[in-house]
Nanobody, 122 residues
C-alpha cells in the first residue's frame, strides 16, 4: 500500500488549496485518514482526522477553515484549506490506517504519504 499526497503549492494569504492523498494497493477499506503538517523548525502536528464512519476532528487552528473528506470509491482523501495564512505554511503529510486484503486474510496497518509543501505568502 502506498499513499501519494499532492496539491501543495504557493498561495496568497486568504487563498485556498485542496490537498489530495491517493491510496493504492490491495485496499479493502480506509479505516481513518489524517493530515499532519510540519513547519520549518517545528514538530509535526495533527491537523485533521476522518474515520470510515465520517466522524471528523480538527485542530483548533483548522476549525472553520479546513475540511477533511474521503472518496471511498477512489480510495482518496482530501483536505480543503481555505482562508490560508502564512502560519499555515508547512509540509503536509497524509496518514491512514488501512485494512489490506490479501489472498488469505485481511490485516490493518498504518501508512504515511510523502509530504506536499504548502507555502502561504504574498
Amino acid at each position: 500500500v502506498q499513499l501519494q499526497a499532492s496539491g501543495g503549492g504557493l498561495v496568497h494569504p486568504g487563498g485556498s488549496l485542496r490537498l489530495s492523498c491517493a491510496a493504492s494497493g490491495n485496499i479493502f477499506r480506509i479505516n481513518a485518514m489524517s493530515w499532519y503538517r510540519q513547519a520549518s523548525g517545528k514538530q509535526r502536528e495533527l491537523v485533521a482526522t476522518i474515520t470510515s464512519s465520517g466522524r471528523t476532528n480538527y485542530a483548533d487552528s483548522a476549525k472553520g477553515r479546513f475540511t477533511i473528506s474521503t472518496d471511498d470509491a477512489r480510495d482518496t482523501g482530501y483536505l480543503l484549506m481555505t482562508n490560508l495564512t502564512p502560519e499555515d505554511t508547512a509540509v503536509y503529510y497524509c496518514y491512514a490506517e488501512i485494512t489490506v486484503s490479501t489472498v488469505m486474510t485481511y490485516y490493518s496497518d498504518k501508512y504515511w504519504g510523502q509530504g506536499t509543501l504548502v507555502t502561504v505568502s504574498s
